[in-house]
């Protein structure tokens, strides 16, 4: 069986910066892990390079099997693998409905000249779209926002929002960046749920980049830690928690009297 | 042998003034990411003030040069003022600052149609044009010479400006990143003002000397698109890139005039557009700007 | 309906099919274009020289102009579209006056700057207004869908987007073929309205007219280009005296309108139940709103 995800000596570099430094991990079919790291570690490069947003400076990255190693961003997502961001990139014109739909027709198409014409199959494969963002938006508690502006949500409701667009291209490998920035622990909480429900749910492959470990401790069995572009630990919670160099990575080194 | 050395020296002269205009907009792009299309107009400008300073006031050539560069910088920063800072300071949307860039264009340009008319204007003779021979290999006309040392000598004072002194510091400063120098103490406004009064005052000096090639007209300005052409070879937001890219389009154009066909001139221009847009499109010496995503 | 009458609807049916085309391009899909008067060149030309010299029926005619159109903006779009920006705007503004060019100095085909005169007037005010009918039905159904979002994705976020799986060169591709085939449909029947067309006729001035009057009804706004259209088409008509203070009002109108408004009249809106419920409805109770 193939691994959902693996990275094997992945190397960036951003003229003399090196952002990542030999990341290796694999990531199992329907795992839950978490990407943990102080800020500028190189997660969200890490996000970018699978995305294909980056190139790698070398190394490969495969994809169930397949090698995705530098191919275009809309390459990889149409293979199965979708993310949010870290600041928000919503559609700013449109509606929260509208957000999702416009990631749900992906896999509910017409034909040029239906479209034109909005004869044939049109008004029924709308309605699809249609039916299912909002029942993607019931899930993440956005239905009766449906019509708003999308950038007219409250921030918290933004994230959410990106989540369920990102569902809504039905992918097997789902990137979370930062979901929880700028929540409060109550919202935290309901953000973890709700990770965990869609994870049930849809029998996804997740990948979580946090900050907050109180999120990423409590719903990620599997937990990749990196520093200055390079993997210190890896594990399950209790061994990273231990760990003296994730402990030095975030609460810097003790001095020695 | 002659008439190529010739065509060289015009080219190379047509290039310089180029790129004294193709510097100007690279150096307004490299701050505000945005192409400025009223560019052309600050040209115009200078032109007309030159014109009428010469004939109307009589003043000599010095005079009359220093008053239409100062007219050039003051219609740049006044057009900065007008029409680009209230919508830079409420949106990011550059497609907004190109239209109205494009709208201050016709403007200008037609505010010189409907108040002196369209025709053509030639400068008084106050720039030699006198054929010179060059060590006995070509003739070629002084005013081509003139123009190349002028152009020369002011690019070498932008680059002394910009290496030197402590605004000049600030520019490049900010051409790296504007929000980091504005953190950094720099007063972003009165940044973005002297910015454009140098290009201007560099768009002027070129149109002195375009006016004099071409005679003066109020739609001289849209000479500028080989300007813009120089600036995206050369690679946009990139000074050297812009000088670079001005003379080998001036060399292209005369080379192609000269020895093909004049009427080809123009398309040679934008088939080197093409070109570069399809085989390196951040042009020679462009910096790709990167988005943190 | 005097035949002065009609002919100011003929021409107002004319540009605004253009206008439309340009909408798709720089409303929609955000891609800035100041030289789309060369594709309604391309179109007009291709019509002229189909009935005058080949006797072409004007119906096929036209749509060849469009497909002429297609094609030409096909080859510049892969290259130039590939890139974000300004590039795009500026190698627009270079294949206009390429093409007005090339149009002025193959004399054996186009009759060089003098002009192609004798050609058919078809455009009678029914085909005009028949054209348009058809054409802004097609297009007003495909932005009230799925491609629809999408343009409108690839204009507000191209990198979310292409995080959606679309292939953004590809959409403002398809955008630029599709505002090529309105705006060579346009200078076909434009042909077929003057019976003479010049290349000077597809100068700067026209290019910018087109995106003044989408920018000026509303970027994002079909109808409201179609109503810029319109008052443009009028206010020219009306202040024919003063002509020559046209371009000087139509660069004011693009300056003042992104200053003070740059959404345009319109703005987002389209004329339907949404923009009534703005203008005129109750302010939503605050529970609703946040």
Not at chain 1, 3 to 17: R, T
Not at chain 1, 146 to 174: K, M, N, S, V
Not at chain 1, 217 to 240: K, Q
Not at chain 2, 239 to 253: D, F, K
Request: a neutral charge.
């Amino acid at each position: 069986m193939a691994f959902a995800l693996e990275l094997g000596g992945v190397n960036k570099f951003f003229g003399g910066v090196h952002a990542v430094n030999d990341m290796s991990f694999i990531l199992q079919e329907g795992e839950l892990a978490g990407l943990i790291g102080p800020n500028g570690a190189g997660k969200t490069t890490i996000f970018n390079l699978v995305t294909g947003v980056y190139d790698v400076s070398s190394g490969h990255i495969t994809f169930f099997g397949e090698d995705i190693t530098n191919h275009k961003t809309y390459e990889v997502v149409r293979k199965g693998i979708a993310r949010t961001f870290q600041n928000l990139r919503l559609f700013a014109s449109a509606t929260v409905l509208e957000n999702v739909m416009t990631a749900c027709q992906q896999h509910h198409r017409y034909s040029f000249l239906e479209a034109c014409t909005h004869l044939g199959r049109w008004r029924s494969v709308e309605r699809e779209i249609r039916d299912r963002s909002m029942t993607l938006l019931e899930r993440v508690g956005l239905a009766d926002r449906a019509d708003q502006t999308a950038t007219t949500l409250p921030y918290g409701h933004q994230r959410r929002l990106e989540i369920a667009r990102a569902l809504a291209l039905e992918p097997r490998l789902l990137l979370l960046d930062e979901p929880a920035a700028g929540m409060n622990p109550e919202e935290v909480q309901d953000l973890n749920r709700l990770i965990q429900k869609i994870h049930a749910d849809f029998g996804l492959t997740i990948l979580v980049i946090e900050h907050h470990m109180e999120l990423v401790m409590e719903i990620c069995p599997h937990i990749v830690c990196m520093n200055f572009g390079a993997l210190i630990a890896e594990g399950d919670p209790e061994h990273i928690q231990g760990h003296p160099e994730v402990l030095k990575a975030y609460l810097g080194e003790e001095v020695e009297e | 042998m002659g008439t190529l050395l010739q065509q060289i020296i015009n080219g190379l002269s047509l290039g310089s003034v180029y790129a004294l205009i193709a510097v100007g907009y690279s150096l307004v792009y490299s701050i505000l990411l945005f192409s400025n299309f009223a560019h052309g107009s600050f040209l115009v400008i200078g032109g007309y003030s030159c014109y009428f300073a010469l004939k109307t006031l009589g003043m000599n050539i010095w005079l009359a040069g220093g008053l239409s560069l100062l007219a050039a910088g003051a219609s740049a920063i006044l057009t900065e003022r007008l029409a680009y800072k209230p919508i830079r300071e409420r949106t990011n949307v550059t497609l907004y600052l190109l239209i109205a860039s494009m709208g201050m264009s016709i403007v200008i340009e037609n505010i010189f149609v409907v108040t002196v008319g369209g025709r053509f204007r030639a400068l008084p003779p106050v720039i030699p044009t006198d054929p010179v021979n060059l060590f006995g290999l070509a003739t070629t006309s002084a005013f081509d010479l003139i123009s190349l040392v002028v152009a020369v000598i002011c690019l070498g004072g932008l680059q002394i400006f910009l290496t030197r002194t402590k605004w000049g510091l600030a520019i490049r400063a900010a051409a790296y990143n504007l929000r980091i120098a504005g953190l950094m103490g720099v007063n972003v406004s009165r940044l973005i003002s002297l910015v454009f009064f140098v290009a201007g005052v560099l768009a002027a000096v070129g149109g002195i000397f375009l006016s004099v090639r071409y005679t003066l007209y109020p739609q001289l300005g849209g000479i500028t698109i080989k300007a813009f052409v120089a600036a995206v070879i050369g690679g946009l937001g990139s000074l050297p890139g812009a000088v670079v890219g001005s003379l080998i389009l001036g060399l292209a154009e005369m080379l192609t005039a000269g020895f093909i066909s004049s009427q080809l001139r123009d398309l040679v221009v934008f088939s080197l557009l093409v070109i570069t847009l399809l085989f390196r499109p951040t042009g020679l010496f462009g910096k790709s700007v990167g988005e943190k995503i | 309906m005097s035949a002065y009458t009609e002919g100011i609807i003929t021409l107002l049916m004319i540009n605004a099919i253009a206008a439309m085309g340009v909408c798709l391009l720089t409303g929609f899909t955000g891609v800035f274009t100041l030289g789309h008067a060369a594709y309604m060149a391309l179109g007009g030309y291709a019509t002229a020289i189909l009935t005058v010299k080949y006797h072409l029926h004007w119906l096929p005619a036209v749509v060849a102009g469009g497909i002429l159109a297609i094609v030409v903006a096909y080859v510049i779009g892969i290259p130039t579209l590939k890139l974000m920006g300004d590039y795009y705007a500026i190698a627009s503004i270079g294949l206009g006056e390429a093409i007005r060019l090339i149009l002025e100095n193959w004399q054996s085909v186009t009759r060089g700057a003098r002009g192609y005169p004798g050609i058919p007037t078809f455009t009678t005010m029914p085909v005009a207004v028949g054209f348009f009918l058809v054409l802004a039905f097609l297009l007003f159904c495909l932005l009230n869908g799925s491609y629809g979002r999408m343009f409108k994705a690839c204009r507000d976020d191209h990198i979310a987007a292409a995080l959606l799986g679309y292939d953004t060169a590809r959409v403002r591709v398809l955008s630029l073929v599709l505002s090529a085939f309105y705006c060579g449909v346009s200078g076909g029947l434009l042909a077929g309205f003057l019976s003479f067309i010049q290349p000077v006729m597809f100068d700067m001035l026209k290019s910018t007219e087109l995106t003044a009057v989408v920018v000026f009804g509303g970027l994002g706004s079909l109808s409201g280009c179609l109503l810029g259209t319109t008052i443009i088409t009028l206010v020219t008509e009306l202040f024919r005296p003063i002509s020559q203070y046209r371009m000087l009002i139509y660069g004011a109108v693009l300056v003042i309108i992104m200053v003070l408004r740059p959404e345009g009249i319109m703005g987002q809106y389209e004329f339907g139940p949404k923009l009534f419920r703005k203008l005129f409805g109750r302010k939503a109770p605050a529970q609703e709103r946040r």
